[in-house]
């Protein structure tokens, strides 16, 4: 059975095939460039190398022959340097390569620096975009398979007639109608003659009323805490700063607005209305925060559930997509975990007798009480006094509470499981300080005289799983730097207990930071060690994530549709901001970007790269200016490779990008350069002290280069076979 099936599928193949060639032969299959498919011939696209081996992996190769490319970001991302590196590597090949310059800026000694042969390129400086296209066109029908063409830049594309024009004259769509005729006349041309065609682009922002707008009492929050209304921000042109949320870093900072946008108003007679969405708050008891929006505004919702987390999944939405308990990124103030004293204080006292109190979801105190020790609860005041403690509880069980934080909110979280129970768990910590050991020893240690021996209960971390209880052991283990026949679990007493020997060496590894008032627990050969120390100030503060839930979507007020005016900002940089009350706001996109030129290019563009500076160089020069900045590559679509694979490049200024150090980049990323503190080396040899250094040699051995280049490309084929 299955050997005739075999059968009948090999010849309802062949008949297929049969029934192709008798198509492709006619006269109507040649009139119409019918014809069989070679597969051997179109298997494997031609590629034109980049200039900068990160890129080509990204890429899958190179830039396809034959294709068109486009290359797009903000200002000084390096878009142009990239194009210009494809140029001179054709070049080296003994390719031909062209740059159309519409910008009429181009710098010829920095082109010579990069590795442009200026005798060998053909150069034009268009006056509009129809000559700028017509010198393409004329390109592509003299040029030839590994040859480049560059054209710098679409944004500056200006038709003719906008040229002819007088200035504030309105020309709609003129530039997207010139790209998409160019497109479909181009594409078939490039194809035909093998060329790579490359065009750079500029992004820019969609202001307007279909992109969503605010309504006017919607409060924009500043760096001072203070809130004004954004109709107050547009009309009198307040330049902020305002907080704006930086993804890559994962942190709030101030930002300048550099425009203001009153987007006409809300025409109620085509169905346009204001959706008010409600959240809650990352401070006071039972806060709330509200913004009014058009529909269509976007927002910035995360995926992930944590209130606070430090790796966030961001996704841009609608407002009109949001549902009841998505969450949305407003922020909270971290100042304990910049202060390393306060905060081994802290997870000490929480592994001991303290407390954290929570007045809401979003906010805690810590509660200290201690009736039997007055003294020792003095020092830990006074150790931890930038909390602001004030007296609480009554004449019978005093005690101290501190100021409430979404910090210590944050804290709790670690501490305590979230399932409700009530049950305290030992959080995910690599280490135990010692300062930390000896104020949970302090808090629930004891000292056996007859045996030298310590005890530290464990009692509270009892009803919860044992695995806690063993992770404590690991914690002190780690610290005294013994097995856990040193630290064993006391089932009985429901503790840990420190052997004679172990306890010899956690006794020295605390004392410096142990009181009088609680030297009693120490080893008499550890006592008067103690070395009095400042915890410092919590004025250091940095503004970090922190999710709200949406509590209410509903369709606004008969009020709020009173006022229909539409307000939006442009915020540099992050190209975001933050609306809502209880001065912090959740986290909303300013006007979102796009690109000039229509969507034809998009879609005729074999490969899309997003060029993007995310960062300075840490190497300077002698005045202490950065050399150059970190550039992020993105392949946002490719249709002859994986899309969406990145390259993260070194660019110096003046000089491009240099061959030295993308490959001290890409091989210590692969494990071929490794690292020994700060020294790297190849096969055992050491290249340099630091990575400037190393990049130096790397540039006077064009062998150890060739070596690494090799050994990078062999794992990138083995890993994509």
């Not at 010579?112 to 393409?136: C, W, Y």
């Not at 710098?152 to 709609?172: C, F, I, K, W, Y």
């Not at 003659?193 to 500043?222: A, W």
């Not at 055992?684 to 990049?695: C, H, I, S, W």
Request: charged fraction near 25%; hydrophobic fraction near 35%; charge should be positive.
């Amino acid at each position: 059975m299955a050997q005739a099936k075999k059968k009948q599928k090999k010849l309802e193949a062949d008949r297929t095939v049969e029934i192709l060639k008798k198509i492709s032969a006619t006269k109507e299959g040649s009139e119409f460039g019918l014809q069989m498919m070679d597969v051997t011939k179109i298997a494997d696209v031609p590629r034109t190398p980049s200039g900068i081996l990160s890129l080509d992996l990204a890429l899958g190769g190179g830039y396809p022959c034959g294709r068109i490319i486009e290359m797009f970001g903000p200002e000084g991302g390096g878009k142009t340097t990239v194009a210009l590196h494809a140029m001179a590597e054709a070049q080296k090949r003994g390719g031909t390569t062209a740059l159309v310059d519409v910008e009429h800026a181009y710098d010829p000694s920095y082109g010579t620096r990069v590795g442009i042969d200026h005798a060998k390129m053909l150069f034009s400086q268009p006056n509009s975009g129809e000559q700028a296209l017509s010198t393409v066109d004329m390109l592509c029908d003299h040029l030839k398979k590994g040859d480049v063409i560059v054209v710098d830049s679409v944004a500056n594309l200006t038709p003719q007639a906008e040229r002819d024009g007088e200035m504030g004259d309105t020309h709609v769509g003129l530039l997207a109608r010139l790209m998409s005729q160019a497109m479909r006349k181009l594409t078939s041309k490039v194809s035909e003659s093998g060329v790579t065609l490359i065009f750079i682009n500029q992004i820019r922002h969609k202001i307007g009323v279909m992109y969503g707008c605010f309504h006017e009492d919607t409060p924009v929050i500043f760096v001072d805490g203070s809130q004004h209304s954004i109709r107050e921000v547009v009309e009198q042109k307040l330049e902020g700063p305002l907080l704006s949320f930086n993804e890559e870093a994962g942190l709030f900072e101030p930002r300048k607005i550099i425009n203001w946008f009153q987007n006409g108003a809300l025409d109620t007679n085509a169905g346009e209305q204001w959706l008010t969405i409600s959240t809650s708050s990352a401070g006071g008891p039972n806060g709330n925060m509200s913004f009014t929006c058009t529909p269509g505004h976007t927002v910035y919702k995360c995926e992930c559930s944590k209130s606070a987390s430090s790796s966030l999944e961001l996704k841009k939405v609608p407002a009109s997509e949001l549902k009841l308990g998505d969450k949305l990124v407003s922020w909270c103030e971290v100042r304990l975990g910049l202060n390393s004293f306060y905060q081994d204080i802290l997870y000490g006292t929480m592994l001991g007798d303290g407390c954290l109190r929570l007045r809401s979801v979003s906010t805690a105190c810590l509660s200290l009480a201690n009736q039997e020790q007055p003294d020792y609860l003095k020092w830990k005041l006074t150790k931890l006094e930038g909390l602001n403690f004030t007296l609480a509880g009554n004449a019978t069980r005093p005690r101290w509470d501190s100021s409430y934080t979404t910090e210590l909110a944050n804290l709790r979280r670690v501490f305590y499981s979230e399932d409700g129970s009530g049950f305290r768990g030992v959080p995910s910590m690599k280490e135990l300080s010692p300062l930390s050991a000896a104020v949970w020893y302090m808090d629930d240690g004891c000292y056996s005289k007859s045996h030298r021996r310590g005890f530290i209960s464990a009692k509270r971390f009892w009803p919860s799983r044992l695995d806690e209880v063993e992770s404590l052991q690991k914690l002190l283990c780690s610290l005294i730097g013994c097995d856990t026949e040193g630290v064993v679990i006391d089932h009985t007493g429901k503790g840990l207990r420190i052997n004679v020997a172990a306890f010899a060496q956690f006794s020295k590894k605390i004392a410096v930071y142990v009181p009088a008032c609680m030297q009693y627990k120490l080893n008499p050969v550890d006592r008067n060690r103690y070395v009095d120390f400042d915890t410092g100030d919590l004025e250091k503060v940095q503004r970090i994530p922190y999710l709200v839930d949406v509590r209410q979507i509903a369709v606004g007020s008969t009020r709020k549709h009173r006022a229909k005016r539409k307000y939006d900002l442009q915020v540099e940089g992050n190209r975001n901001y933050l609306v809502g009350g209880s001065h912090r706001g959740v986290v909303v996109h300013n006007s979102p970007e796009t690109t000039p030129g229509g969507n034809a290019l998009k879609f005729y563009a074999s490969q899309r790269l997003d060029i993007r500076r995310i960062a300075k160089l840490k190497e300077t020069d002698e005045r202490n200016n950065p050399l150059g900045h970190m550039v992020r590559i993105k392949i946002v679509k490719n249709k002859v490779a994986p899309p969406f694979r990145e390259a993260e490049l070194e660019i110096y200024y003046g000089y491009g990008f240099l061959r030295a150090a993308d490959l001290c980049l890409l091989g210590v990323a692969e494990g071929i350069i490794t690292r020994s503190g700060t020294w790297y080396s190849l096969d055992g040899v050491n290249l340099g002290q630091g990575a400037e250094k190393t990049k130096h040699y790397l540039a006077s051995n064009p062998d150890k280069m060739d070596m690494i280049e090799e050994k990078v490309r062999a794992i990138y084929a083995r890993n994509s076979t």
